[in-house]
T-cell receptor, first 118, second 116 residues
Framework: GAVVSQHPSRVICKSGTSVKIECRSLDFQATTMFWYRQFPKQSLMLMAT?????????EQGVEKDKFLINHASLTLSTLTVTSAHPEDSSFYIC??????????????FGAGSRLTVL | AQKITQTQPGMFVQEKEAVTLDCTYD???????LFWYKQPSSGEMIFLIYQGSYDEQNATEGRYSLNFQKARKSANLVISASQLGDSAMYFCAMREGLGYGNKLVFGAGTILRVKS
């Protein structure tokens, strides 16, 4: 089956530093990837839609200069949290769209990355 | 307006009994898909079941079934013969349209606890 690898699974950084999270489709090409953010015991909130070779589309209220998304290839999208602050601590999950599929099989999720900013 | 509504923040069920997790949705699209995911404490999103808006039969996957009532815009998840390992957060989600690039929107989730 389609597998999405997300790395790192956990990261701790100091306030003011930048952190990069990778979302990689291992055995398929993903034209579109989605980035979500989840606070404890809350829902997944879509941050942005990442499209290969073009600029990401950000949801309302998400700072695009704060959360930089790059989708430079059909198998890799990255989320960079710039100048991280403690309030950016959260669980970040990506999902990839399988081109050519529909219905239940169209999306697959990474395992998530837990970011803690000290 | 909320697209997906899950009204049960938390549910308890006795082991081996069945439980229904509620989900209602709001869309004006004719074509859409409804998903249920399980999220254990590890955080991974585990796909459980899918119902397309044009599917006439209710979806079933093992112990999971989806009670799809289109006119009422509800898509409740039924878990039969609950197991201790079913304890987790459950999310209902909807994807509008059949094209590519359409986003998946999640409900608030229901925490299910299975008691022994």
């Amino acid at each position: 089956g389609a597998v999405v690898s997300q790395h790192p699974s956990r990261v701790i950084c100091k306030s003011g530093t930048s952190v990069k999270i990778e979302c990689r489709s291992l055995d398929f090409q993903a034209t579109t990837m989605f980035w979500y953010r989840q606070f404890p015991k809350q829902s997944l909130m879509l941050m942005a839609t990442s499209n290969e070779g073009s600029k990401a589309t950000y949801e309302q209220g998400v700072e695009k200069d704060k959360f930089l998304i790059n989708h430079a290839s059909l198998t890799l999208s990255t989320l960079t949290v710039t100048s991280a602050h403690p309030e950016d601590s959260s669980f970040y999950i990506c999902s990839a769209e399988l081109t050519g599929y529909s219905g239940a099989n169209v999306l697959t999720f990474g395992a998530g990355s837990r970011l803690t900013v000290l | 307006a909320q697209k997906i509504t899950q009204t049960q923040p938390g549910m308890f069920v006795q082991e081996k009994e069945a439980v229904t997790l509620d989900c209602t949705y709001d869309t004006s699209d004719q074509s859409y898909g409804l998903f249920w995911y399980k999220q254990p404490s590890s955080g991974e999103m585990i796909f459980l079941i899918y119902q397309g808006s044009y599917d006439e039969q209710n979806a079933t996957e093992g112990r999971y079934s989806l009670n799809f009532q289109k006119a009422r815009k509800s898509a409740n998840l039924v878990i039969s013969a609950s197991q201790l390992g079913d304890s987790a957060m459950y999310f209902c989600a909807m994807r509008e349209g059949l094209g590519y690039g359409n986003k998946l929107v999640f409900g608030a989730g229901t925490i299910l606890r299975v008691k022994s």
